[in-house]
């Protein structure tokens, strides 16, 4: 019923495309900014979407600009696992249905804990209902940046201080010295003494509590050697907030334009079509270790220039997700040129910061590149986003992080100082954890020598695991993968046979979800298929990342090889 | 500069509303849904806006419908506080200005957190760097309903089940029988274990943690003696995430309408102003204790499509904020059943559901009334807000809380989940605390007696603090002072003297603004001007918080006196 429903509403979509008036260009099928060239169009207008998959195979990302809300239809294609609290929608009151819904919400898509994810989690629960009813006996996940969902522990010394000035009338027993290290103590006192009434259950200043804000500036300042002033630090929830705060004040309408990396992290994506703004794709050059080509962006900015678009800003992540490039500062520093020249705001995806894996690269941050260059305030509109999320401490569950928000003039900071103090603040604790990422213990604190080797074991295990993954990548028939620089992620490129794309086809699934789906129901290994970050037509990727706990990874690699093997021989061309 | 800047782009706002396409109809000031009737417009378009203060003195609301970012000026006429970091706006890069931005963003005021604060937090620089320089030692936030910052004290067992959750490697630890409560320990065991790998640093499901959504089902089961569904339920990051949520999803254009209380809490009317929709005013009757009459609904309703509005929903606050009235269980039937008949979505912010502070009235859920008229999932589409900002707990730098969707189709549930999912999910510490708010100590755990005695020692006093205030100011000259049955809040009239109206006219600055400012500056008291609440055109309100601590109560009261009678000597007819 709702299927047929959506359907027919995809139907009607593709008619009315048709007729969208010049404004709306960016919404309609046939003008998307395609992935190469004009010539290269993704979604012909005159056919399904499903019928041109093998022809426009970045077509996900396509449907992604239209009022269509199809990512379960494409990886499930007909036959979409239910939920057990489905019914007919029919019964229910029609003061919100589909049809009546902000469009931009049906539009918007968020691969990462897609259809794949949801199949996923019902498998595990058929797993539990009747053991051995699969081929595995537990799920794996590999589809997000969580760490510690996979067994990674956290940092001691963090959750010391978070449980400390979670309740600080401990802090003056005498049992406490036997539980907790003395510095985690001191930093307690430290950021309580400086928090009004000690009151870490008070909303904060709308920026976050001034003093975690100070630390978190000395700690940009110590990583770049540029002063860094708390005043233009917003801790948040997490990055993704943040992202989202830049997109609404950025984006007005469709002809507002943000360049963005393809592959990408799809809340870009997602942000963008929320906000009703235009995503202008740059590609990744994944032949030179998916290299970002200053000339690729100068030709897209034309492009979209050339159809109405203005772009506002440019999304550079680096580390990269999901490539795991590591930027040299050599390109960093023409991409700074660039959006200067071009008068666009950097946006700096930076939360993967601490996660480089190669002695030959290192990170550099957007801001320390262009103070390098002699661009400060006056000359560069930049943002650099952070989360206590990533790195080694991976506290994905304490949503925090901030942004560094340079180069933008009082009355247009007062408007994001506004937005922020209508949601009041982000939560304390993340406030509290991500002054402490950046300035963690230091030599001579009595946690140091813990701190560090937590640190050092988790980076140099991730280091060995993204080797281990790669290589074994690399080793599988017509797969290709790139070297892991940063982040947590592998993006391999699958080269599949004619016939594994025919019988996707024909299952009205794009291929490369035809792929996760099989490995998923072979293995219990969760992975995204390429289609939901962006890829080159014509190529077909998986996003896998490197978390799983090392002792796992020869198993996943065995199960991994054996389910490609298998695969490969059933549709060899 | 920038003021000028803002006054010129003002200027060229007011000349283009007249302008304005019909599809831009709320947007333009001659149309924006009136308070009282068509007859009643606020803002004339032939004048300027400051110049109409006294005819119209919605006109901040109604402001609010229109491009234009003044709260400031509104507040402070011409001579606004600068910021120390105010530069020339010319200097910096133009990639973003004011211009520039998206307009929805400029439209969006937040009171609560608005000029009057700013000021106030530059009065405390200012005493901290001179003591003595202004008439008072200290600054009184009685903006926000902010318990914590003002001395309130967490709840113990709260507390000590967070810090647990943080730092569960002292769980086994001896020393930690000495500092925590067993049931703490056991509470915090139960949720660590229903958690995959005990990793309170993992993301989790989007929804929230399954054993935390199950506890605030339960709660919710309990309190109403109805079933709830954790399915039902997204935890989030506090309240204001939620109704973003629910209003991205309901808002499609400016032809989308949402039914809101005036006074209102600005939170609604900036979601409403983000989103891109119309604020349809309804009318709370002061005379009646701020009474919500069903037939006011009704004739708004009606206006607004006549208007072409399309109500997609009505918003009721109960408790009442600002209002602080607590809705009869009849007149919430009657809600019930208008919603019910007009299609609508009731979005109920029952996050003051714990604050009642009389005999005569008590807390029941829309759910609960909805399910007791035999009205189930298939006849009303409703959603309950909840927060463990507020309550008697006051945890608001946690950023905790819930929604509960009931009555959506499984498709429409599917988009909402979606976009949860795109932020991934709410910080775990909120979400556990969520759960403990919802399913506190029990009769016979260790903790259940002084849990009871700080949880009933902070509501009386609550109770007592509301009392006294409000026999205050209805003590004082030309201030009629409302009941205050629940929430955190007084919202008093005051009958400004015509001398008092003509001055603030001279200062460019709304009556009620300019009252508060002048409180502020001889009190350090902060209150909110009930303009940035809304409020009948020809009254002017100032909202007032209950909570600074008991002991200062008396000295509160004195000093409003003091200052309201110099205030009324001064501008006396």
């Known amino acids: 019923m709702m299927r047929r429903f959506v359907a027919e509403r995809a139907r009607k979509l593709f008619i009315s495309s048709s007729s969208s008036s010049p404004s709306r260009y960016f919404n309609s099928s046939s003008s998307c900014i395609t992935p190469q060239s004009n010539s290269n169009r993704i979604i012909n207008q005159s056919k399904p979407a499903a019928a041109s998959i093998t022809q426009n195979p970045f077509f996900f990302l396509n449907r992604n600009c239209r009022y269509y809300s199809t990512y379960s239809d494409y990886i499930f294609g007909k036959n979409p696992p239910t939920s057990s609290t489905t019914m007919s929608s029919s019964s229910y009151p029609d003061s919100v249905t589909i049809d009546k819904i902000n469009p931009k919400v049906l539009q918007c898509e968020y691969a990462v804990r897609g259809a794949i994810v949801i199949q996923a989690q019902h498998l595990q629960e058929e797993i539990k209902a009747n053991p051995g ?28 201080v978070l449980a400390l000035c979670d309740h600080p009338s401990i802090l003056d027993k005498s049992e406490t010295q036997g539980l907790f290290s003395a510095d985690s103590i001191e930093r307690a006192w430290q950021i309580l003494d400086q928090i009004p009434g000690r009151a870490t259950g008070a909303y904060s200043h709308s920026q976050g509590v001034k003093c975690l804000r100070d630390a978190v500036a000395a700690g940009i300042a110590a990583r770049d050697g540029y002063p860094a002033d708390p005043n233009d630090i917003f801790l948040t929830d997490g990055a993704s907030p943040a992202v989202h705060m830049m997109m609404q004040l950025l984006i007005s309408s469709e002809k507002d334009g943000v360049l963005c990396p393809i592959p990408q992290y799809p809340l870009y994506s997602a942000s963008i079509a929320l906000h009703g703004g235009s995503l202008v794709p740059y590609y990744l050059d994944e032949a030179t270790g998916w290299g970002l080509e200053v000339s690729e962006l100068k030709k897209q900015l034309e492009d979209a220039k050339s159809k109405g678009i203005t772009v506002r800003s440019l999304v550079v992540i680096n580390p990269g997700n999901p490539t795991g490039q590591v930027l040299a500062e050599e390109n960093q520093r023409a991409i700074v040129e660039f959006c200067k020249k071009e ?53 994905c569950g304490k949503r925090g992080g901030y942004m560094e928000v340079t180069g933008f003039s009082p009355d247009v900071r007062e408007q994001i100082y506004k937005v922020a103090s209508v949601n009041l603040c982000s939560n304390i604790s993340g406030q509290i954890l991500a002054s402490l990422v950046m300035n963690p213990p230091k030599v001579g604190d009595e946690s140091y020598e813990s701190y560090s080797d937590e640190k050092n074991g988790i980076l140099s295990s991730l280091a060995r695991r993204a080797k281990a993954l790669e290589d074994a990548f690399n080793s599988l028939e017509g797969v290709t993968c790139n070297k892991a620089e940063g982040a947590m992620y592998l993006f391999p490129r699958i080269h599949l046979p004619q016939k594994a794309i025919k019988a996707a086809e024909a299952a009205k699934t794009a291929p490369d979800a035809f792929y996760a789906k099989r490995l998923l129901e072979a293995t219990g290994i969760v992975v ?14 998986i ?14 690699i065995t199960r991994l090889t054996d389910f490609h093997q298998a695969f490969m021989a059933e549709y060899h061309d």
Chains 1, 2 share one sequence.
């Open 343 to 395: 008068n666009l705001v950097l946006l700096a995806d930076e939360v993967y910061q601490e996660n480089v894996y190669v002695e030959d690269k290192s990170f550099h941050s957007f801001k320390k590149v262009a103070r390098s260059m002699g661009y400060g305030e006056k000359d560069i509109s930049l943002v650099s986003f952070q989360s206590v999320s990533k790195g080694y401490h991976g506290e």
């Open 133 to 160: 009813s699969h081929p595995f006996d537990e799920i794996l996940y590999c589809n997000i940046g969580n760490p510690q969902s996979l067994g990674q522990q956290p940092i001691t010394f963090f959750r010391e």
């Open 528 to 541: 995204v298929p390429g289609s939901g970050f962006g890829q080159v037509p014509g190529t077909w990727h």
């Open 543 to 556: 996003r896998c990342t490197i978390l799983p706990q090392e002792e796992k990874i020869p198993a996943i």
